[in-house]
T-cell receptor, first 114, second 113 residues
Framework: TQLLEQSPQFLSIQEGENLTVYCNSS?????LQWYRQEPGEGPVLLVT?????EVKKLKRLTFQFGDARKDSSLHITAAQPGDTGLYLC??????????????FGQGTILTVHP | DADVTQTPRNRITKTGKRIMLECSQT?????MYWYRQDPGLGLRLIYY???????NKGEISDGYSVSRQAQAKFSLSLESAIPNQTALYFC????????????FGSGTRLTVV
């Protein structure tokens, strides 16, 4: 079973601060996704990274896939209260019978205070 | 209407009762999944289906069963509910044509008393 460890589990910061959330595994993933979930709703896909070393930007959010495709990070610049939520990373195993299934990390609860 | 609809949104049931959670989608996706979410544990896969005739157990399938009635419908049953099945349940879809990203429903909050 592939495992994804997310850190930190909780993050409470002031508006305007920068932050980084990490997602680590000892296993290789063919792709890594980041989701954001708000209370009372399901997770919503933010980004998918596929290539080792890949960097994607979504406004103030920067996502990176590790060179060995075992880890990923999410960096938020100048956080805003609207960024508050649960952030989940999820990895897809390479090929085989597990194709299509995602393994999720435990999540990072981010609170941005005005 | 939402792309992935789950019913009911909230349910309280008694220990030992059979309960069904329903999921329907309008995205035309071939793959459907059931996950449960518990605080600090992320999302754990219960069952998944890659097409109507394909049903597979996930990592925590004990005590659960599923039915894929049509491409657009995937239901989850708890045969005899127990309190540690109290959780938030999510249905999700994906498609081989559009990549690995999932579309989630809004969830069903189930409480077993």
């Amino acid at each position: 079973t592939q495992l994804l460890e997310q850190s930190p589990q909780f993050l409470s910061i002031q508006e305007g601060e920068n932050l980084t959330v990490y997602c680590n595994s000892s296993s290789v993933f063919s792709s890594l996704q980041w989701y954001r979930q708000e209370p009372g709703e399901g997770p919503v896909l933010l980004v998918t990274v596929v290539t080792g070393g890949e960097v994607k930007k979504l406004k103030r959010l920067t996502f990176q896939f590790g060179d060995a495709r075992k880890d990923s990070s999410l960096h938020i610049t100048a956080a805003q209260p609207g960024d508050t939520g649960l952030y989940l990373c999820a990895g897809k195993a390479p090929g085989g019978t597990s194709y299509g299934k995602l393994t999720f990390g435990q999540g990072t609860i981010l609170t941005v205070h005005p | 209407d939402a792309d992935v609809t789950q019913t009911p949104r909230n349910r309280i049931t008694k220990t030992g009762k059979r309960i069904m959670l329903e999921c329907s989608q309008t995205k035309g996706h071939d793959r459907m999944y059931w996950y449960r979410q518990d605080p600090g544990l992320g999302l754990r896969l219960i069952y998944y289906s890659f097409d109507v005739k394909d049903i597979n157990k996930g990592e925590i399938s004990d005590g659960y069963s599923v039915s894929r009635q049509a491409q657009a419908k995937f239901s989850l049953s708890l045969e005899s509910a127990i309190p540690n099945q109290t959780a938030l349940y999510f249905c999700a879809t994906s498609d081989t044509r559009t990549g690995p990203g999932y579309t989630f429903g809004s969830g069903t909050r189930l409480t077993v008393v």
